[in-house]
């Protein structure tokens, strides 16, 4: 019986493992979602997206390859993870190393999100304002669900944690000049191909963004307790392995 007892155990971890990250999926499609209104907003697009947006921009007009922006996320996440690396050496875990496979999967949602999103058409300067809106919103659900699944960290955040852990300033400090960072490159990428400000790309959009989808998150988070209880409670499997065992017992 103890030996049934450790399989069924084994047998919750790996469905908890699995049914907690098919949840990270779910927040990270979602996160895309909101990613992609952001862009097609038209008045610029989150900070995470500039620089794959601006370079998929660059690849249509063949100065550089012409990826899609999931794939030059891909890039850039793995740019990221590498300097994450750099910055914290021997202080660097392994594991950490699944954030570039959260990283491919953020790249391709992003790609069947811009496509999903393609449709979308804006009339005028409040049309614009309200998909930003709407995508911060977006982003900032998917941002408080990726949290709750309690994973391994998207590299954009794993950098952040790299640069606060090696500089010994607070997460939020270290936060504001990795996303300033950022766009600032997203800036300077614009003037190099294109000999101005691309304000479609790095705009009032992003500044929205940036100010935006922390607020939101701060009053989304308090209620999604609901998707906590879906994370980490199973009645139907638990009542099975609870029952099995009893009958188990019983018999013996």
């Known amino acids: 019986m103890d030996l049934l007892l450790k399989r069924n155990g084994l047998k919750e971890k790996v469905v908890s493992f699995l049914w907690q990250h098919i949840l990270l999926m779910v927040s990270i499609f979602i996160m895309t979602l909101g990613v992609a209104l952001c862009v097609r907003s038209d008045i610029g ?17 063949g100065k550089v390859p012409a990826y899609t922006i999931g794939e030059y996320t891909y890039i850039m996440n793995f740019i990221l993870v590498g300097l994450q690396i750099l910055i914290l050496r021997r202080r660097f875990h392994v594991v950490q ?44 659900v998917g941002i408080s669900f990726e949290i709750r699944c309690g994973s391994v960290t998207m590299p954009g955040e794993g950098i952040t944690v790299a640069v606060s852990k090696a500089s010994g300033m607070p997460f939020a400090k270290a936060k504001i000049i990795v996303d300033t960072s950022l766009v600032i490159i997203a800036v300077l990428l614009g003037y190099m191909f294109f000999g101005t400000w691309q304000w479609h790309v790095v705009g009032i959009g992003t500044l929205i963004a940036m100010f935006f989808v922390g607020a939101a998150v701060k009053f989304i988070d308090p209620h999604m307790e609901w998707f906590s209880r879906l994370l980490y409670n199973r009645p139907g499997f638990s009542r099975y392995l609870y029952g099995l065992a009893r009958y188990i017992k019983r018999k013996n």
């Open 45 to 61: 697009s989150s900070v995470i997206s500039t620089i794959p947006f601006v370079m998929t921009l660059a690849g249509e007009t």
């Open 97 to 140: 190393l699944c954030q570039l496979i959260i990283g491919f999967v953020f790249g391709f949602f992003l790609d069947v999100s811009m496509w999903l999103t393609s449709a979308i058409n804006y009339d005028g300067v409040i049309s614009e304002v309200c998909i930003q809106l709407l995508g911060c919103c977006v982003l900032a």
